[in-house]
């Protein structure tokens, strides 16, 4: 069914702001496939609020589907926040009477989310080398919060994700010798169980929310939460591919890894090896490359049209290089 976004967003200003609330903006951001984002604001009787929507655009199916209701995304976010995590406010659920369908609203958090930018903008220059113990900090403030029993969240360990992502790469039929070496190597290497924690699951940069002046100011995008090891957290903002031009800069193009596990440790957060790290990290360049190159193949098989996907695909060369550093330096 199509929905009428911004008249929805016009009658769920009135339901937030009070008879006589205005709509005084609303500009989609982005949307893919099924997900929708949508800055809007209106003035109403608390006077004016600047707001973001998010929204699910098809029907979600959770025995299918890898990332989480966005029900559940929304009583994360409020669950970490109201343990310290740095975290948008969750304004409103929305529900049948909103028209909307699945969907939440948070208040806007203003700052940067384009990594290149982060790492790269003079903008950014006095408060960047701050960023990766920050980062750490943030991330105790996800892996101290208890994951409610009721959301059923997935728990994944190292060998789960080898056996789910070597499966997927199996069934692509391709032969790529640095990704069969990197998933013999992994495997010798699963470090030991540890108890899991509520995971973010994204957490790198592009989906942080940066100020100029302060610093991270708001973790995003809560789609891929799960249960887990806390390293696996660290490890992905630490893959090479969300450096954005700076590999020499371990943790998000930005900083170093002894910053982002001092952080966390000052924090509150127990000592994590820097090895447990960076087998994630390897783990995540490996996922990320078999992930591009399944986005190759929907677009070569006429799965898919769109010149992202070929363009993305072109990236598994970029990973199988990350491997050979990684795999020649060990963990």
């Given at each position: ?6 008249a929805a ?9 009070g008879?006589?609330?205005?709509l005084?903006?609303?500009q989609?951001?982005?949307g ?7 800055a ?29 209701s966005?029900q559940t995304?929304?009583?994360l ?5 109201a343990?310290?995590a740095r ?5 409103h659920?929305?529900?049948?009477q ?9 208040v ?11 790492t ?12 990766a113990r920050q980062?750490?900090?943030a991330?105790?403030?996800i ?9 059923n969240l997935k728990?994944?360990d190292?060998?789960?994700?080898l ?5 997927v790469y199996r069934a ?35 989906n ?6 302060a610093?991270?100011a ?11 090891d806390?390293?696996?957290?660290m490890?992905?903002i630490?893959?090479?591919s ?10 998000g193009g930005?900083g170093d ?16 090896e820097?090895s447990?790290?960076r ?23 006429g ?5 992202e ?15 050979v ?7």
């Open positions: 069914m199509t929905v009428d976004v911004r967003l016009e009658t769920l200003a009135a339901r937030l702001g008879e006589g609330a205005k005084t903006e609303a989609r951001l982005s893919g496939a099924s997900m929708e984002t949508w809007f604001a209106f003035d109403g009787a608390g006077g004016a609020e600047r707001l973001i929507l998010r929204r699910r655009s098809v029907p979600f199916d959770p025995e299918t589907a890898r990332s989480v966005l995304e929304a009583r976010i409020q669950a970490t926040g343990n310290g975290v948008p406010t969750v304004r659920i929305c529900d049948d909103d028209g909307l369908g699945e969907a939440y609203v948070m806007r958090v203003d700052g940067e989310t384009l990594g290149r930018k982060i790269s903008d003079p903008r950014f220059d006095a408060v960047r080398p701050a960023l980062c750490g900090e991330l105790w403030g892996h101290k919060t208890p994951p409610p029993a009721d959301m728990v994944v190292g060998t789960i994700e056996d789910r992502y070597e499966e692509t039929g391709a032969q790529r010798p640095i990704l069969e070496l990197a998933f013999q190597y992994l495997r010798k290497h699963v470090p030991a169980p540890v108890e899991p924690t509520l995971l973010h699951g994204d957490f790198r940069n592009g942080i929310m940066f100020d100029p002046q610093g991270v708001a973790v995003l995008d809560w789609e891929l939460a799960h249960v887990g806390p390293a696996e957290d490890g992905w630490c893959t090479n969300w450096r954005f031009g700076r590999p020499d800069r371990p943790v930005f890894y002894a910053d982002l596990l001092e952080g966390y440790r000052a924090a509150g957060g127990r000592a994590i820097l447990r790290v087998f994630w990290q390897m783990l995540g360049s490996l996922r990320w490359g078999v992930m591009c190159l399944t986005m190759y193949l929907s677009w070569r098989d799965m898919v049209k769109s010149v996907r070929p363009m993305i695909g072109r990236r598994v060369s970029e990973t199988e290089a990350d491997l550093v990684l795999l020649e330096e060990g963990l």
